[in-house]
Structures are given as structure tokens and as C-alpha cells.
């Protein structure tokens, strides 16, 4: 049972990328219902997009679509959010290219791909946002990390190393814009119930692994993450920002349940 918080987000510009689906799409329900106006950055297919947006007030949801592996794209979900509602207030980096296997199983042109959407969009979409939060002296970043970018896990080795780079990137600069009054965090899921996961083909076995190496014995709903991601947008993180430095749960990197995979892949 998720409680939303009518009007913890009156007034408030949202721009999130992968917002179609998943978790992203999670965030935008939420965000509507209390109160923002959000543009969804996703290069799913127009009509997919227009009937999510159809979904919500007139007004309140602008369907963007972008494939955020090329730079000016990555660099519009910034300057359209702007164009289409005035404003920016909030940015997640939430959309990533998975590739599956070993490094000497991948193509140069995979590797290429799954940072430019990982690292490289939250570079340029960084870039863009953070003159307008600097006039603001405002400002939240947040990007939607894995416990498998905090570990590296066997399977997906360029996934793990694109996930530890954003990472790392948000406890730099959230060192570095924390003078301006802009906040940078991260969130590190473990196997939540989207489509991505589904592409694991999950079988029985899969999902009892999960439950097996997860604290509450399930995956998290994409609900429970959007949860998570608007507790960080929101004022009452008004102190929470990336820097890493120390272990605990909040103040830094939050991670959030555990990789389904890795009892079965890191038997040790
Ligand atoms: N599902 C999990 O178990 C899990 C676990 C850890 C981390 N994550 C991370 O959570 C985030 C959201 O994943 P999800 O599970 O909701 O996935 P999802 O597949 O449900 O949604 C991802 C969305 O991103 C969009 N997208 C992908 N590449 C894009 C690109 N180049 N340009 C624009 N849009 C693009 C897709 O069209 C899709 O709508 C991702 O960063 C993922 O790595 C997911």
C-alpha cells in the first residue's frame, strides 16, 4: 500500500528519463499526485508514450521521446523541460542499456552503448541542468544506480561498471554542487519486479533466489522504489545529499534490498 503526500510536490518540474516504464513510469504517478508537472524522457514508442501521458491531467505529463545515447538528445530531456513547462526543479537519471555476459562476449559497440546511456547521458543532462539550479540555488539530481554497480556481480560486467561509475559520479558532485544548494543521490535497487527484471526470464528457481537473498524475502515493487526516489526529491531529504563518506543507509548511496543473482553467480 503506497501513501502519497497530495501537494509535497506543488509547483515542482520533474524531467525522468526512462520514465515509460518501470520504475520511472512508478515515479510519474506519484509525482502527479502530488502535485508536479513531469516530462518522461523515453524512446519506447510515441503512442506508448502519448497514452501514458493521456493518463494524467492535461497539462501535468509531457512525453519526450529521446534515446539518450546521443549527446544532444540526452541534453534535450534539459532544454524541452524547460520549453514545455518553464522551469526545472528535479532530474532522474533513471533509464540504462543492460548487456549480458562476460567482457570477451561483447561487442565494442554494446560496451559503447551501455555507457553512453548509463554515464554519458547523466554527464550531458548534468551539464545542462546545473546552470539553472546554480540561479535557483536549488536543485535535486538523482539517479537510479543497482547493488550490482556497489559489488560487481558476474553476468553483466560492463552493467556493473556503468553503475559503480554513476556512483562514484554522484558523491563527486554532490561534493561539488552541494555549495549551491543542489542535491545529488543516488539509488541502488536490488531485483525489482519490472520489465527489465522480466528479461531475466525469471523462473521459479530465479525468483526463490531472490527471496532467498533479499531481507524481506521478495522483490520490490517498482512502487517501493518510486517511494524511496520522491523521499530524496522531496524537502524532507533537505539534508540528505551523496557524499558517500559514510556507511549508513541514508547518507549516501541507498541501496535497497540485494542482487537476485548473486548467491547463485558468487556462490562464496
Ligand atoms: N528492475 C531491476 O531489478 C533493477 C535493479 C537494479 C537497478 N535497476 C535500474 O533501475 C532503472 C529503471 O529500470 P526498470 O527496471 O524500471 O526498467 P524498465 O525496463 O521497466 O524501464 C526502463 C525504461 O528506460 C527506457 N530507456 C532505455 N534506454 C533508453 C534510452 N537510451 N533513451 C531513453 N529511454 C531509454 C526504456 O524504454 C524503458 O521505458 C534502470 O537504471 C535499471 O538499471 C533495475
Redesign the pocket.
Known sequence: MVHTFPGRFNGKVVAI??????????MVARYVAEGAKVLV????AEDKGQAQAALYPKGSVYFHR????DAA?ATSVVTETIKQFGDIDIVH??????VWGPVDEMEPSQWD?CF???ID?PFYITRAVVPHFKKKKAGSII??????GLTGDKGFAC?CAV?AALANLTRAMAGDYAPYGIRVNAV??????????A?LKATPEIREMVASSTPLHR??T?EE?AAVMMFLASEDASFVTGAGKSKSVIHGLIRLGS??LRNQLNPT
Open positions: 528519463t526512462g520514465g515509460a516504464s518501470g520504475m520511472g513510469a512508478a524522457a523515453d524512446m519506447c529521446v534515446d539518450i545515447s538528445q537519471n533513471n533509464a540504462s542499456a543492460v552503448r553512453k546511456v548509463g547521458a539517479s537510479t544506480i543497482s547493488t550490482a552493467y553503475k541502488a535497487p536490488g531485483w525489482t519486479d519490472t520489465a527489465m527484471a528479461a522483490p520490490g517498482p522504489l542482487h537476485p
